[in-house]
T-cell receptor, first 116, second 116 residues
Framework: AQKITQTQPGMFVQEKEAVTLDCTYD???????LFWYKQPSSGEMIFLIY??????QNATEGRYSLNFQKARKSANLVISASQLGDSAMYFC?????????????FGTGTKLQVIP | EPEVTQTPSHQVTQMGQEVILRCVPI?????FYWYRQILGQKVEFLVS????????KSEIFDDQFSVERPDGSNFTLKIRSTKLEDSAMYFC??????????????FGEGSRLTVL
C-alpha cells in the first residue's frame, strides 16, 4: 500500500484564487509528521509547512495552511491568493518514527499551474 | 539562515565511473539522508545516517552505493560504478533530531548526476 497518496497529478488555478492540493497517508505509527514541499522547475526542494501528529491545531505559514484531518488520514495543502510564482510541483511527505529512526516518504506530487 | 549545501550542482560522468556527491548538513543536526529523484518522478528515499552509521536504507541502495561522514562535517554519497539509470537529482537532507514528530527536514539544492 502507498504510504502517501496524491491523487491529483495536475491542477490549474486562477491567479488570486485559493487552491487545495490533496494528500492522504497511511501509517500505524501514532507519532508521525507531515510535510509539504514545493519544487519549482529549477529543481530544489523548498519546505512549506509541517504538521505533527499530536498537534492540536492546523499548521499555517503565511498563505499556506494544512487541513489536517487525522481520522480521515488526510493532510491537504491550501494555498490562498495564488500567485504566478506558485506554479511548481508540490510534494506531500510523511515522517514516521519507525524503529527509533526517521524515514520520510514522498508522494508522487501534484503539478500546480497558476493562470493569470 | 542555516542551510544544507551540496556539491557539485551538476556532474556528468561516463558509465562505469565512480562518483562522489558531497553534502554539508546543518551543523547541529544529527540525522542525515540521501534521496534521489529521477527526472519527472517522485522523490525516493535512499539512506538515513545517524551516529556515524546507516540507520535505514532502501532497496535502491545496493552494494554500488556507500555513505560516510569522513570529517564530522561532510556527508558523502559514493556510487562505485555508475549506470545509466543512476542519472537523477540527488538530494541531501538533515534533521535536528529530538522528538520524532517535530521539526523540519532541511534539503540541499540537489546534485544533478548525468551518466552517459
Amino acid at each position: 500500500a502507498q504510504k502517501i497518496t496524491q491523487t491529483q497529478p495536475g491542477m490549474f488555478v486562477q491567479e488570486k484564487e485559493a487552491v487545495t492540493l490533496d494528500c492522504t497517508y497511511d501509517t500505524s505509527d501514532p507519532s508521525y509528521g507531515l510535510f509539504w514541499y514545493k519544487q519549482p522547475s529549477s529543481g530544489e526542494m523548498i519546505f512549506l509547512i509541517y504538521q505533527g501528529s499530536y498537534d492540536q491545531q492546523n499548521a499555517t505559514e503565511g498563505r499556506y495552511s494544512l487541513n489536517f484531518q487525522k481520522a480521515r488520514k488526510s493532510a491537504n495543502l491550501v494555498i490562498s491568493a495564488s500567485q504566478l510564482g506558485d506554479s511548481a510541483m508540490y510534494f506531500c511527505a510523511m515522517r514516521e518514527a519507525s524503529g527509533g529512526y526517521q524515514k520520510v516518504t514522498f508522494g508522487t506530487g501534484t503539478k500546480l499551474q497558476v493562470i493569470p | 539562515e542555516p542551510e544544507v549545501t551540496q556539491t557539485p550542482s551538476h556532474q556528468v560522468t561516463q558509465m562505469g565511473q565512480e562518483v562522489i556527491l558531497r553534502c554539508v548538513p546543518i551543523s547541529n543536526h544529527l540525522y542525515f539522508y540521501w534521496y534521489r529523484q529521477i527526472l519527472g518522478q517522485k522523490v525516493e528515499f535512499l539512506v538515513s545516517f545517524y551516529n556515524n552509521e546507516i540507520s535505514e536504507k532502501s532497496e535502491i541502495f545496493d552494494d554500488q552505493f556507500s555513505v560516510e561522514r569522513p570529517d564530522g562535517s561532510n556527508f558523502t554519497l559514493k556510487i562505485r560504478s555508475t549506470k545509466l539509470e543512476d542519472s537523477a537529482m540527488y538530494f541531501c537532507a538533515s534533521h535536528e533530531g529530538g522528538r520524532p514528530n517535530t521539526g523540519e527536514l532541511f534539503f540541499g539544492e540537489g546534485s544533478r548526476l548525468t551518466v552517459l
